[in-house]
């Protein structure tokens, strides 16, 4: 096995470059997210450590790196993934709990609370579609249709994709944007629980029954 230095890592696209040990090397050597033997590690944490790795070739016939292992212990750091997971699904049992909480005490339908599940679920998927096509090259999910599901009710979803896959977490633009559907989603959630919205309550709960 050969060591070698990890200098960059696109975590959208799944792929970043090592720096080669041997000073004559004239280019970094390209590796993928899935040539990492420890998949639990988010390499975008590791940058300028070390590595080794096995010597191949992709399906082109250009070098790349495989087997990768990193040199020495794991780092405390590259856990805090777990720790921002886990700390995302608190704040979504608080929401969840929030919205059974409206459900038995404040009139809000019952399908509207199960129309944040089913939501939350397909956005989810969407986010784990999305880093899976970036990682193998493939079409990827809009971010438009992201932000429309989150924005529907999806939101709580998207929390826990963010994290647990470690997905869409550094774009900035991105965030703020997730930032504004969360805020807008829990403004119409508020304003449905006032009397004066009744009728508009009573449609959702007709239209989100007929699906879920």
Same mark, same amino acid.
């Given at each position: 096995?050969?060591?070698? &230095?990890?200098?960059?890592?696109?975590?959208?696209?799944?792929?970043?470059?090592?720096?080669?040990?041997?000073?004559? *090397?004239? &280019?970094?050597?390209?590796?993928? !997210?899935?040539?990492?033997?420890?998949?639990?590690?988010?390499?975008?944490? @590791?940058?300028?450590?070390? +590595?080794? =790795?096995?010597?191949?070739?992709?399906?082109?016939?250009?070098?790349? *790196? &495989?087997?990768?292992?990193?040199? /020495?212990?794991?780092?405390? +750091?590259?856990?805090?993934?777990?720790?921002? /997971?886990?700390?995302?699904?608190?704040?979504?049992?608080?929401?969840?709990?929030?919205? %059974?909480?409206?459900?038995?005490?404040?009139? @809000?339908?019952?399908?509207?609370?199960?129309?944040?599940?089913?939501?939350?679920? #397909?956005?989810?998927?969407? =986010?784990?579609?999305?880093?899976?096509?970036?990682?193998? /090259?493939?079409?990827?999910?809009?971010?438009?249709?992201?932000? #429309?599901?989150?924005?529907?009710? /999806?939101?709580?979803? !998207?929390?826990?994709? $963010?994290?647990?896959?470690?997905?869409?977490? $550094?774009?900035?633009?991105?965030?703020?944007?997730?930032?504004? %559907?969360?805020?807008?989603?829990?403004?119409?959630? !508020? =304003?449905?629980? %006032?009397?004066? *919205?009744?009728?508009?309550? $009573?449609?959702?709960?007709? +239209? #989100?029954?007929?699906? #879920?």
């Amino acid at each position: 096995m050969t060591k070698a &230095k990890l200098v960059s890592w696109n975590d959208a696209k799944g792929f970043g470059f090592l720096k080669l040990s041997d000073k004559n *090397a004239e &280019k970094n050597l390209f590796v993928h !997210a899935s040539s990492f033997d420890d998949r639990s590690i988010n390499p975008e944490r @590791l940058i300028g450590h070390w +590595f080794t =790795y096995r010597l191949s070739a992709d399906k082109q016939g250009r070098p790349c *790196a &495989k087997q990768l292992k990193l040199v /020495g212990a794991k780092p405390a +750091f590259v856990t805090k993934t777990n720790k921002a /997971g886990f700390g995302a699904s608190i704040k979504v049992a608080v929401f969840a709990g929030l919205l %059974t909480a409206l459900v038995m005490l404040a009139n @809000l339908p019952l399908a509207i609370a199960l129309a944040y599940l089913v939501m939350s679920l #397909v956005c989810f998927a969407l =986010y784990a579609l999305d880093k899976s096509a970036a990682q193998a /090259g493939r079409w990827r999910v809009q971010e438009a249709k992201l932000h #429309v599901f989150a924005l529907l009710g /999806g939101w709580p979803g !998207a929390m826990l994709a $963010q994290q647990y896959l470690r997905h869409k977490t $550094q774009k900035q633009q991105f965030r703020w944007v997730y930032y504004a %559907t969360v805020l807008l989603n829990c403004a119409a959630l !508020a =304003y449905l629980l %006032t009397p004066s *919205a009744a009728p508009m309550r $009573q449609t959702i709960s007709e +239209f #989100v029954s007929s699906f #879920v």
